[in-house]
T-cell receptor, first 116, second 115 residues
């Protein structure tokens, strides 16, 4: 596609429910990143995919968070048993030069999650 | 480990005034440095980047940044602010870690431009 597409753009859920956030990267981009943006906290790295593999999962905050990527394209971030502290904007980015230091990330507009 | 510090969560300037957004980084190896801008309700987009070579880097919309190794800084400047520059600005550093390059972002600086 022309850009990185994320859905839903907004999600309101009740504490304890599971949510899935989807990212459709730019066609041909092998690297995919998930970040979390909380008010005043900047961007917090969650996970990085190179193809369908996740060589770096170090940023996932807890075992309630998981992510997968299939076909080297679409990725899904799943949060189980959501908590109020999970409320944030979840950003997805893709890059054609995964693993390269000078790689430029193209970001989606984000999925805003609100946990009541 | 790498890290980024952006001084000032908010910077306010008058239209036509100099813009200076500060960024200091920490990295054990020569870093790659970036500035991204986020306009309201939009995704982050690249403003400029430093890889190697010339330490003064020019980006889009009249912005530029200078890599100063001795000061571990990569401050962003623009000679004359425009109302359309109002946005959130993020500095990022990318250095090898465990075989990958994962950009680490600062907390962001909100630029406010007054008429």
């Amino acid at each position: 596609g022309a850009g990185v597409s994320q859905s839903p753009s907004n999600k309101v859920t009740e504490k304890g429910k599971d949510v899935e956030l989807r990212c459709d990267p730019i066609s041909g981009h092998t690297a995919l990143y998930w970040y979390r943006q909380s008010l005043g906290q900047g961007l917090e790295f969650l996970i990085y995919f190179q193809g369908n593999s996740a060589p770096d999962k170090s940023g996932l905050p807890s075992d309630r968070f998981s992510a997968e990527r299939t076909g080297g394209s679409v990725s899904t971030l799943t949060i189980q048993r959501t908590q109020q502290e999970d409320s944030a904007v979840y950003l997805c980015a893709s890059s054609s030069q995964g693993g390269a230091g000078a790689n430029v990330l193209t970001f989606g507009a984000g999925s805003r999650l609100t946990v009541l | 480990a790498q890290s980024v510090t952006q001084l000032g969560s908010h910077v306010s300037v008058s239209e036509g005034a100099l813009v200076l957004l500060r960024c200091n980084y920490s990295s054990s190896v020569p870093p790659y440095l970036f500035w991204y801008v986020q306009y309201p309700n939009q995704g982050l987009q690249l403003l400029l980047k430093y890889t190697t070579g010339a330490t003064l880097v020019k980006g889009i919309n009249g912005f530029e940044a200078e890599f100063k190794k001795s000061e571990t800084s990569f401050h962003l400047t623009k000679p004359s602010a425009h109302m359309s520059d109002a946005a959130e600005y993020f500095c990022a550093v990318s250095a090898p870690s465990g075989g990958s390059y994962i950009p680490t972002f600062g907390r962001g600086t909100s630029l406010i431009v007054h008429p």
